[in-house]
């Protein structure tokens, strides 16, 4: 569905954000993206819808190599991947219908878009949505009136109308309280499950990865150090990829975390 072959991505000051990265993404496969602050996981992400230009390597997109393409089938080809942003990237004085319906601009008209006349089906859809991730009382509000919770939810619509094959998530649950954090990841995999949707999913939280994704991939200094099931990440294994820390804690919290929540499913 997706492989990286060898993504390289190095800045003009020299420094390598990534370090030829090569992994495949199967067909409705979520992926957790973890490592510490500045191992270029962002970047990676970026790299693959080009919103940062890599340096070498290619991505492939259901065949397709995304890093060949000029601006106007990059364009077309951006209509395939949602992408679900940190600080949620929504028109905040445009109501909740018209930040999900902004999902289609790569799909209507100049003057549709630049009027806001969206074909009716779309219109539908954003509804459907909004009723899936229940906020359909508030299709009217303004997104300034919403909570953190409540935002990233129009954002993960607004990705989800564009009808993609890729779902891009940069660190969903950064700025959300740790109850808030559980339901926005929960709500990310149980759609991508309901859509046969792939995912990559940039998450600074590892507790969260290895509470909600099958697979999960380590980077440091740009390059996969881990990638496996995330039962694998032992605290040797975490010490790769972090640095020393008192791991054994971490691994504690995360199985008594599991067993509270099939408890509560009782």
């Known amino acids: 569905m997706l492989q990286l ?25 979520v992926i957790a993206l973890i490592g510490p602050s500045g191992a270029g996981k962002s970047t990676l992400i970026r790299c693959i819808n080009r919103l940062v230009e890599p340096t070498g390597g290619k991505v492939m997109l259901e065949g397709t190599d995304l890093t060949s ?13 949602g992408m679900i942003f940190q600080e949620y990237a929504l028109v905040e004085r ?22 806001r006349r969206y074909p009716q089906k779309d219109v539908d859809e954003a509804f459907r949505l909004l009723d899936r991730v229940g906020l359909l009382h508030m299709a009217d509000k303004r997104a300034d009136q919403l909570s953190g919770g409540q935002r990233q939810r129009v954002g993960i619509c607004r990705a989800l109308i564009q009808d993609p094959a890729l779902l891009l998530v940069d660190e969903p649950t950064a700025s959300l309280d740790p109850k808030t954090s559980r339901q926005i990841m929960r709500l990310i995999c149980e759609l991508c499950a309901e859509r046969g949707l792939a995912a990559i999913i940039n998450i600074h939280d590892v507790a969260l990865a290895q509470m909600f994704v099958a697979r999960v991939i380590g980077l440091r200094f740009g390059e996969v150090v881990y990638d496996s099931a995330p039962d694998g990440l032992t ?18 919290k995360v199985d008594d975390e599991e067993d509270q929540t099939i408890e509560a499913a009782q």
């Open 5 to 29: 072959d060898a993504l390289t991505k190095t800045y003009k000051t020299g420094d390598k954000a990534l370090k030829e990265v090569t992994l495949d993404v199967p067909p409705a496969q």
């Open 94 to 115: 445009l109501t909740v219908m018209e930040n999900v319906l902004s999902g289609r601009l790569g799909y209507v008209g100049f003057w549709r878009a630049l009027t």
């Open 69 to 81: 393409l000029n601006a106007s089938a990059l364009r077309r080809e951006r209509r395939r991947m």
């Open 235 to 252: 605290p040797d294994k975490l010490t790769e990829i972090y640095g020393e820390e008192d791991w054994e804690a971490t691994i504690e």
